[in-house]
């Protein structure tokens, strides 16, 4: 299930969230296990000052890189708990307790982090551990009792439509009004995608993708005989297929590109990066599949092209795979997440520090900048919480800009989706991405979240498969996964004169970039 999804791409890495890298527990020990009266907590700026570079991230990577407090990767003005009004949230709140379901394994280091804002709020956090591996299937059960035993949840982005479309999430437009949640801060694409539901608000963005192009500086300049320009060296997916035949044959070892084709989602992921920048949609306003049409097909061609030059796995290849591949030195291009370029500069992850370089994405003719927002989770609380304003001020105190921006810092592949931190020139110093990746957000495409979202996502990418490994064609593939898309959005109410989610609500996320002006 999804949750895999997300696990894997964080379980891998042995950094651990921003908050693990400080023992926040012994600053605060009165706190823990309580809730205290407001009259009884800690000045809040004392506090807040100690959420800080110094003190959450890694010692090596401030060494490294140079950070300091004094060179801020964020925007305090845009920090939405440097901005709040701690002493109004204690007045009306502290005492109370949120209850929030995290993955068994994220527990532990859950609990400190949310030390802080046990200290600033006078909420009590108490931590409600679901095995990961049934976190979807956990979570839909207890919304269907009616009887939840968490407040709040941080979960895989396209369950979004599985769990508002019924009415299991709380509308939190209200809050985020009341306590001036920054919402214009977040890129349009995780603010629409991750946090807007048929025009409501459901839920704060949290791990916030994108998909990017990475190569390898050396490789490429020995190719091009000069340094790699990030626009013009590999303009095209024509440009790219040629290129990674190029370097297929530059030493053993090596592959040309590195991509994931695993049956399911993974497939599906590659598939929809390329097919996006053919202008591919996938569906039309009355929610009918039309991903099969030219785009789609011109997307999988490319990918048949590319996987002629791609790395030994790749029909069996995802996120855990493909990382390794590229932080190991065996693809000198690869698509793949942003993180692939913010843990490459990593020494202790990385065998390729200063040695790559993240590019623009290429452009297909005919088609559009279309940088593809896949992925990603947000924060959301339940319908039925027993403290729904208070679970709402613990996920903005965790999506808040310092925090994301300190999770970047460490490349722990927890990503920040505002703009004032992506646009830092001291957060662009430790995230190679980064500024590419905020230009790119400008102009990024996104699928809709759906009830079925995932399903559709398996079943998309199960048919993409059998045409990588030659089972069918792909013309054949696309049919027949319009037609198991069809069918899931059928048995998920549309088509019924009554649709559970509306086109056009969904319509401005589905690709923020109509108009806009290229950034190259």
């Not at 696309?478 to 998920?492: E, F």
């Amino acid at each position: 299930m999804g949750s895999n999804f997300k696990i894997s791409r964080r379980k891998l890495l042995k950094t651990g969230a921003a908050f693990g890298a400080l023992s926040t527990v012994s600053m605060y020990p009165g706190l823990s296990g309580k809730a205290l009266a407001a009259s009884d907590l800690p000045d809040p700026q004392s506090i807040l000052d100690d959420i800080s570079i110094s003190k959450y991230v890694r010692k090596d990577y401030q060494e490294l890189y140079g950070m300091a407090d004094s060179k801020p990767i964020w925007d305090s003005n845009k920090d939405w708990i440097r901005t709040v009004d701690w002493e109004a949230v204690r007045s009306e709140l502290a005492g109370t307790t949120v209850r929030f379901a995290v993955g068994a394994a994220d527990a532990e280091s859950a609990a400190e982090g949310l030390v802080p804002f046990e200290a600033l709020s006078g909420i009590k956090v108490e931590l409600v551990p679901i095995p990961d591996d049934s976190m979807y299937d956990k979570v839909l059960a207890e919304f269907i009792s009616g009887s939840t035993s968490f407040d709040a949840l941080q979960f895989f982005s396209p369950w979004m439509g599985d769990f508002a479309a019924p009415g299991f999430l709380h509308e939190l437009d209200d809050f985020a009004d009341k306590w001036k949640l920054p919402l214009d801060d977040f890129y349009d694409t995780y603010r629409l995608n991750y946090g807007f539901f048929n025009g409501k608000m459901y839920g704060i963005p949290f791990d916030c993708d994108i998909q990017m192009v990475h190569v390898r500086k050396g490789y490429m300049e020995k190719l091009l005989g000069g340094e790699v320009d990030r626009v013009n060296s590999i303009p095209t997916y024509d440009e790219l297929i040629r290129v990674s035949a190029e370097l297929n044959k530059i030493e053993p070892g090596v592959s040309g590109v590195g991509m994931m084709c695993a049956p399911g989602f993974w497939s599906t992921y590659t598939w929809e990066h390329i097919s996006a920048q053919a202008g591919m949609m996938l569906f039309d306003e009355n929610w009918e599949p039309i991903f099969n049409g030219d785009a789609g097909m011109k997307g999988l061609e490319i990918i048949l092209e590319l996987t002629k030059n791609a790395n030994e796995g790749f029909a069996g290849a995802g996120w855990p795979e493909n990382r390794a591949a590229w932080l190991g030195g065996q693809v000198a291009t690869n698509i793949s997440w942003q993180d692939s370029g913010t843990q490459a500069m990593r020494p202790d992850q990385s065998q390729i520090v200063d040695d790559f370089v993240t590019i623009y994405e290429p452009r297909i003719a005919g088609g559009r900048f279309a940088p593809p927002n896949i992925a990603g989770s947000t924060s959301c609380v339940a319908a039925s919480a027993q403290n729904a304003e208070g679970a709402f001020l613990m996920l903005a105190f965790l999506t808040t800009a310092s925090i994301m921006a300190m999770n970047e810092a460490n490349a722990n592949g927890v990503a920040p989706g505002y703009k004032s931190v992506l646009t830092n020139s001291n957060l662009q110093e430790v995230s190679q991405p980064a500024k590419v990746w905020g230009d790119s957000l400008e102009h990024a495409w996104c699928s809709p979240r759906l009830p079925g979202a995932f399903p559709m996502e398996q079943a998309i990418g199960n048919e993409i498969n059998r045409a990588v490994v030659g089972q069918i064609s792909a013309r054949e593939a696309l049919d027949n996964a319009a037609a198991a898309v069809r069918k899931i959005m059928s048995d998920n109410g549309f088509y019924q004169g009554n649709d559970p989610v509306d086109y056009a609500a969904a319509a401005p996320g589905l690709y923020v970039g109509e108009g806009k002006k290229l950034p190259f």
